[in-house]
């Protein structure tokens, strides 16, 4: 069920200009033609008018505040929207988590299991944070990936997660996962899930993969990788492919260090590079960053997070990735050793990333970005192409125009359902 926006949302505003080539793109009607002669020679006809949709409608009618804030997705602290909380108050300056996404116009906000404890409970938590974000549905995602990560097996059936579902060397398999997780997920409110996993597990003491990964062989997570993906996109969740360009082989976590990969350029190509193909062949809506140094893909020292080598001239225009790019949670450790909190937001920006995840200091992160764009470090032009990625994911998935409301029972039948039930036990079979 959907909730339709207001009278004042995003079919009644009316675009007063657009970014683009050079047509007629804020022209309202077509000018009187001349009178032509009796010699029947006809007028020259005005070039077509771009169509305007519901994406540059919502650009449009934002200003920079707005535009800076569709780029964070906090965590958020409480059972409801209006759940008062000394840590919100503490973190953000506001109470309530529908005061939060108020104050900072969030585009986005990630679960975790502080915010789970039952069906009901979580449906009245993603519709009422959907209420307070105003004019712009907000993307509500959550890690789970499962097995080893799941935020949300309190409530979800208990799917096998990557690794088991790799050994079977079946990709309609983890299909068939991905798109009933999908189902849950979206029965909760959840519209955007982390996952999945596109790492290729090529070091057995990695203590951050591991069997969250579906193997150690590139062209078998690859296959399994694009499943899941079209699984995701069957159940309108969005997917993302982790953690670019390639968190396998490291023997350091990035929630604590800052790990480091050896390999060469061939050595991605031929190893870390295929799953992410893959998922951008299958048309995966984000792709999340690592924190890793990768020296010979950018000498720097900088994290891939921060790089523009690696998220922009790989990513974008080697792989020919159009999504939306994911920072991995800039609380981590990995990515918080050269640069304050301020600056790390702003150099994800400018490397590349659309979505930046959970932010140590929000607050000044998002006054870090903002002084940034009204500087010029970050042009304007920047912001708008991550917001429009950010607007067209959303409307790709349905809830650009119109904001998802969850219902309580139907998530109650779709949670656990015997079906689902059923296909966690034979997916490994």
């Known amino acids: ?7 004042t949302g995003l079919l009644a505003i009316a675009l007063t200009a657009c970014a683009g080539g050079g047509g007629a793109a804020g022209a309202t009607g077509s000018r009187a033609a001349p009178s032509t002669p009796s010699t029947g020679t006809t007028a020259p006809q005005s070039p077509p008018q771009a169509e305007v949709g519901p994406v540059e409608r919502a650009l449009a009618r934002m200003d920079v505040e707005e535009k800076v ?35 900072y116009h969030l585009g986005g906000v990630i679960l975790f299991p502080h915010n789970i404890k039952a069906v009901g409970q979580v449906v009245g ?4 944070m959907q209420r307070a974000a105003k004019g712009v549905p907000l993307l509500i995602g959550t890690d789970q990936e499962n097995g080893l990560v799941s935020r949300m097996s ?24 991905a798109e009933a997780t999908g ?18 597990n090529v070091n057995p003491n990695n203590p951050v993969i591991g069997r969250r990964a579906y193997g150690d062989d590139p062209a078998r997570v690859s296959k399994m990788v694009a499943a899941a993906v079209k699984g995701f996109a069957q159940a309108k969740v969005a997917a993302t492919a982790k953690h670019f360009p390639g968190h396998g082989d490291t023997d350091v976590d990035s929630h604590t260090g800052l790990p480091v990969i050896k390999h060469t350029r061939a050595q991605w190509e031929r190893i870390d590079a295929p799953p992410f193909e893959a998922a951008i062949g299958a048309g995966v809506d984000a792709v999340m960053s690592a924190h890793i140094v990768f020296p010979k893909l950018d000498p720097s020292g900088d994290p891939a997070t921060l790089s523009k080598p690696i998220l922009t001239g790989l990513l974008r225009q080697k792989l020919g990735f159009k999504g939306v790019i994911s920072t991995d949670a800039l609380n981590m450790a990995g990515v918080r050793k050269k640069y304050d909190d301020g600056e790390i937001a702003v150099r994800a920006v400018l490397a590349g990333a659309d979505l930046l995840l959970m932010p140590n200091d929000l607050p000044r992160a998002y006054r870090a970005v903002l002084a940034a764009v009204k500087s010029g470090r970050i042009s304007k032009q920047r912001l708008d192409q991550s917001v429009t990625r950010l607007l067209t994911l959303k409307q790709d998935n349905g809830f650009l125009s119109e904001a998802p409301v969850a219902d309580a029972d139907k998530a109650a039948r779709v949670l656990r359902s015997a079906e689902h039930r059923r296909l966690a036990a034979r997916a490994t079979r």
């Open 1 to 7: 069920m959907l909730r339709r926006i207001g009278t």
């Open 69 to 103: 804030g569709q780029l964070f997705m906090p965590v958020l602290y409480g059972t409801a929207a209006d759940t008062v909380s000394g840590e919100n108050q503490a973190r953000y300056g506001a109470q309530t988590p529908a005061k939060v996404i108020a104050k």
């Open 125 to 128: 938590l993603t519709n009422g």
């Open 154 to 177: 309190a409530l979800m059936t208990d799917f096998p997660g990557a690794a088991e579902l790799g050994a079977t060397k079946q990709p309609e398999r983890a299909r068939a996962v």
């Open 183 to 200: 189902e849950e997920l979206r029965a909760l409110g959840v519209n955007l899930d982390f996952a999945p996993v596109a790492d290729v």
